[in-house]
């Protein structure tokens, strides 16, 4: 099938890229020009596991980029909305890019004659492809949803990191369907995945994608509370998640105890839920506690740091920027708070991070020190807190010597702490008790 795909950000850019390796042809528009270019040179534009492969396969092939958006939807048969979704800062939904997107599509249908489908996969809050989106078309083409052209809403549920895994196999797949005629052709460019596919109004697509997100991060607040509740009663709550999860109607997944969810989907579609709840008069009691606490839980790290010592200038090491292993994104990263945090007490604090240093600098400037590699991060340190849950901190034992003292608070929970004490660390974790009570 001819595809256009409007935002080519983590979500537009892999979607773009796994529909072409599938055979589709496909061409990913956005407004920034350089990563069109760049794109076009099969470079890609942000870090994601296998996405290089997948560009240098594809690109010149049936993957292009451009600016012209009128050209792309006017060449292809389905059209994908994939620009972000950002908050206000009351927390509600800005629809603005979503907005822009659906004019411009609308004013290219205007000059199509065959039949084009529309689909929202933005995450949008439930009614946005109805009442904002089709409005739009309509009205920018001259023509009518379900009689012109068709609408769908098709929520994704990728992991930045391993989007192109969970791409390539979903648990499932949702249609969300103005009509049966939008949905038929939606249903066909998935038909082949191996999965159930779920076809459902537009409203309960938009709805499943929050619920689904809401869920997941209820769930790291609850293991983040029982984590909390581990350390005064003197257990591990690794050792809890474990027996907990073993129950597979709870599943040990998202059951991993740390500094609290970030990244561009949990913490705004959590906001966007409630907000969007409370203009319906409802009070969100339980999604209003996931996120307190996840605000709370950013600080933990520090409240462990400054009761082992006075923080103000000591060297403190930071290892983690990105808001979790796998990527370079640091939107709403937990690091970032909590590095203000330790600025604000007069610690001196080296970062490092596998692949999230230059996004860092736009933020931190020469606040901290950014150090090439964890020996330079770690040296001389006097206290060290891992903040991204990245492999190649798993296994450096060895490295903390190289600190002046070999304190580690572990926000991920990602060293053994039995491990880590036979190397002469000074262990400490979120969810962990110093004398483990047996
Ligand atoms: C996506 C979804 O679309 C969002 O709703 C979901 O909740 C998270 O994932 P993401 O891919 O992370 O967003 O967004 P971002 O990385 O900001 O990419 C959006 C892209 O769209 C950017 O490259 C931006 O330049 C482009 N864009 C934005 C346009 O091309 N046109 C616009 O009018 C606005
Ligand atoms: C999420 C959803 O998983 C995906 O389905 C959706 O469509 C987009 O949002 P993403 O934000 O890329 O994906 O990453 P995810 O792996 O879900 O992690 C989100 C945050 O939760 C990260 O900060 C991560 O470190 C944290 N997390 C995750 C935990 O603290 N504990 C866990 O057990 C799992």
Redesign the pocket.
Known sequence: MKISI?????????TGACLADLGNSVVC????ED?VKSINSAVP??HEEGLLELLKKNVGKNLSAS?D?KNAVKNSNITF??????SRDDGSIDL???E??AK?IGKALKEKNNYHVVVV????IPGTTDSVVIPILEEFSGKVAGKDFGVCMNP?F?R?GKAIHDFMNPDRIVIGEYDKKSGDKIYKLYKNFNCPIMRTSLRAAEMI?YAA?AFLATKISFINEIANICEKVGVDVCDIAKGVGLDHRISPMFLNAGVGFGG??FP??VRALISEASEENYNTILLNAVLNLNEKQKMRVVEIADNIMDLSDKNITVLGLAFKEGTD?I?DAPPIPTIENLLRRGAKVSVYDPEAMENAKGIFGNKVKYCKNIESALKDADLCIIMTEWDEFKEIYDKFKLMKNSIVVDGRRILDPIKAEKYGIKYYGIGYHKNQIR
């Open positions: 409007i935002g080519t950000g983590y979500v537009g850019l892999i528009v956005d407004v920034i990563k534009p942000i600016t958006a909305i994939a620009v972000g979704t950002p603005k890019y979503v822009e997107s411009s996969k933005s995450t949008v994704e990728l930045e994608k997100n561009s989907c705004k579609d994104d939107r």
